[in-house]
């Protein structure tokens, strides 16, 4: 029996029992939509995570040291930025002032740094400049501000030329940062960024305990850490305890392997749905084979064989798992943009996933097609005849 032939056969079948078709791929549909979903929403997070995480900077190693005795001076961040691998480096000072502009005041992040924070931490202006080196040097009383707080105090305007206070003491407002939004729990907007030299007097410390370094690329990142984490020890005997040197690259395959697992085991869940469509289907082929076994009867006696008879059940069975996998397909897509749209997450559709959780419906039809299949082409055709 042609190929195309059985399939226009289970066709029929499935039109004549259109309301116990749909119940029948109704498993599969679930199924199918739900890895599409699941796996979407899963690598939606990672992707959101990951531009979390590259926002921050990128080849970016941070170190932090714990009290006063602990400082990172000019001279010891000097050795740092001089070790092989280093390519910029940029201390900070950061505290809390308080912002005023005519009648608006507020709390605001303070972050006292050098013109390197720019490429180190992979910072953008929007409007206006970012600092130099000059600014530094002649402790130049100038602030590039963040969109947030630019829209809190200049609403509507553009605030560059302008002059804010802080803590009382009048600053020249010569850039705007564009917007990076949170990262990890944390508003990069929200922030006013003045010269290193500025700030120490601003909020009267000198104590620098937190250093962002950037290495020259990708690949020796575990090399630059080895060494700034050599020169630490150097720098400060026997106080490991009170420093720390955080390799971002650690984080960001922490945080992959963590979706990934997270990824994988909703999809397994998914999947459970898959294998419980099967089932189903594997009950109505075994109905469907009792029901028609007086007309399998008739076909072996006219010549048909054993072979034609396990293909065309098995076709069937094929036909129904694929028809729930596109419907599923359609539906998970949907689903997906609707639930991406009102719970206002990242939704990442994957192609590899979608052509995935498709095939398996299809295996997870011919595995349990094979059985109810089997069955029928083994009857006998004198008992088919007689049966009832």
Do not use: C, W
Not at 25 to 39: E, P, Y
Not at 56 to 65: D, E, P, S, V
Not at 66 to 77: P, Q, V, W
Not at 136 to 164: C, H, N, W
Request: proline share 2%.
């Amino acid at each position: 029996m042609a190929i195309f032939q059985s399939i226009k056969m289970a066709l029929r079948s499935i039109r004549s029992n259109k309301l116990r078709a749909v119940l029948t791929m109704l498993g599969i549909i679930i199924g199918v939509s739900s890895v599409i979903v699941l796996v979407s929403i899963a690598q939606g997070s990672t992707k959101n995570v990951t531009s979390q995480i590259t926002n921050l900077g990128t080849n970016l190693l941070t170190i932090n040291t714990f009290g006063t005795d602990l400082s990172l001076t000019e001279a010891k961040l000097e050795k740092i930025s001089k070790l092989a691998g280093v390519k910029a480096v940029s201390p900070v000072v950061s505290g809390r002032v308080s912002v005023k502009e005519n009648k608006t005041t507020a709390q605001v992040s303070l972050m006292g740094t050098n013109a390197d924070y720019e490429t180190v931490r992979n910072t953008q202006v929007s409007s206006g400049r970012f600092l130099s080196d000059i600014d530094l040097e002649y402790r130049q009383k100038i602030a590039i501000i963040g969109s947030t707080t630019a829209q809190t105090f200049f609403p509507g305007e553009d605030p560059v030329g302008k002059s804010v206070q802080l803590n009382g003491v009048s600053f020249k407002i010569v850039g705007v940062l564009a917007s990076k939004g949170g990262s990890l729990g944390q508003s990069g907007d929200d922030v006013v960024i003045v010269p290193l030299s500025t700030a120490e007097r601003l909020v009267k410390t000198t104590s620098i305990n937190q250093v962002y370094l950037q290495a020259k690329n990708e690949q020796q990142m575990d090399m630059v850490m080895a060494e700034v984490e050599r020169e630490m020890a150097t720098l400060f005997p026997n106080k490991t305890d009170s420093y720390s040197v955080f390799n971002q690259q650690d984080l960001m395959n922490t945080m992959s392997s963590v979706t990934q697992t997270m990824t994988m085991m909703l999809g397994g869940i998914a999947g459970i749905s898959l294998l419980v469509g099967g089932i189903g289907i594997m009950n109505i082929m075994l109905v469907s084979v009792s029901e028609r076994t007086r007309e399998i009867g008739i076909r072996k006696a006219i010549g048909a064989k054993r072979r034609d008879i396990l293909l065309q059940f098995l076709i069937e069975s094929i036909v129904l798992s694929s028809m729930g996998g596109l419907i599923g397909v359609l539906f998970g897509i949907g689903l997906g943009q609707v639930l991406g749209s009102a719970l206002s997450v990242t939704v990442a559709f994957s192609s590899s996933v979608i052509l995935l959780a498709f095939l398996f419906s299809l295996v997870v039809g011919v595995v349990f097609g094979v059985f109810p299949a089997n069955k029928a082409s083994k009857l006998n055709p004198i008992q088919a005849l007689r049966y009832e």
